[in-house]
């Protein structure tokens, strides 16, 4: 399959850090013969601000971590749309959170574009907050060979915290399950 | 100050990568004029196997995140400290779990060695697995400039589940009381 490059970017709070260690762990873990890399970074305007986490996937060893030409951009705020988009190589695909990013011309060179409600569908389990997952499930539902589904649920039950991980397998199921009009 | 690289590494089930991000986290958030990045990897042996996380330190932004050069290598593991020893740059300063891990000929280059018996430490207060947290009291008490006890005290009561939180704030406060011998 080759070096695959997965950004999530959004803005503080939204639980973007979380998404690169759930996808990074379940495809370590559980997909066979695969290593992963996984990159957060923080600027001293973290708080509130663009918050990134990028996913680099291969069967051989990753010497250099860091995304150059994305395959897949999730992007849940239009700051982030704005700051990454170049980063999406022609022909990637471009997931977004459809009442957070406006998308504009340099969105045409991926091959397909999703547009999730994310936050809707989080807000229908009573928090914005299980938007991140919501979005994770239609990402998993909707890539193909990079890592399924027992994995990611497998790796949530482990990862998020007891209290929240009902709500967050529901919300994961969600956006699994939705599609696209 | 320039660029600063630090690694924690040890096996899998010693919580390095949350050493990582509590580092990255804090240095970004309570550390004016900072950005970080933090790097963790996973292979397919992550469970029980060797884990590692990065966090590279800059005033200015990073675009290398992968650390090459160690300023600092903080290792809780045999098999981690002959794995990556050959990447503290000479003139570097090691800190290791002083039950875990056997020295050798290796060590020579670093500038400062501190062994600490973390896991000790930890067994003090019911479980080795507050080890990572005495280990990184320990090294924030130790190295200059780098990140203050405020800030990694606030990130970690945010980060951590709250249940573990005050024996996880008094293991920090025992690692970085512990003097060596």
Do not use: H
Not at 77 to 92: D, V
Not at 99 to 111: E, I, P, S
Not at 147 to 165: C, D, H, P, R
């Amino acid at each position: 399959m080759g070096r695959i490059e997965i950004r999530f970017a959004g803005f503080g709070g939204q639980g973007i850090g979380l998404l690169g260690r759930l996808l990074g762990e379940a495809v370590s873990l559980y997909e066979e013969g695969k290593n992963s890399v996984m990159t957060q970074s923080y600027g001293p305007e973290s708080r509130g601000g663009a918050s990134s986490t990028d996913v680099v996937i291969d069967t051989i060893e990753i010497d250099y971590p860091k995304a150059t030409e994305l395959d897949y951009f999730v992007v849940l705020s239009e700051e982030a749309y704005q700051k990454y988009i170049p980063k999406l190589k022609k022909g990637g695909i471009l997931f977004v959170e459809e009442d957070l990013v406006t998308l504009d011309d340099q969105a045409n060179k991926a091959k397909k574009i999703f547009k999730i409600p994310a936050t809707k569908i989080a807000e229908t389990l009573g928090s914005r907050l299980f938007a991140n997952i919501a979005m994770l499930g239609f990402v998993c539902a909707n890539t193909e060979g990079i890592v399924s589904e027992e994995a990611l649920t497998q790796v949530m039950k482990e990862k998020i915290k007891a209290k929240y991980v009902e709500k967050n397998l529901i919300a994961f199921q969600k956006g699994k399950e939705y599609k696209q009009e």
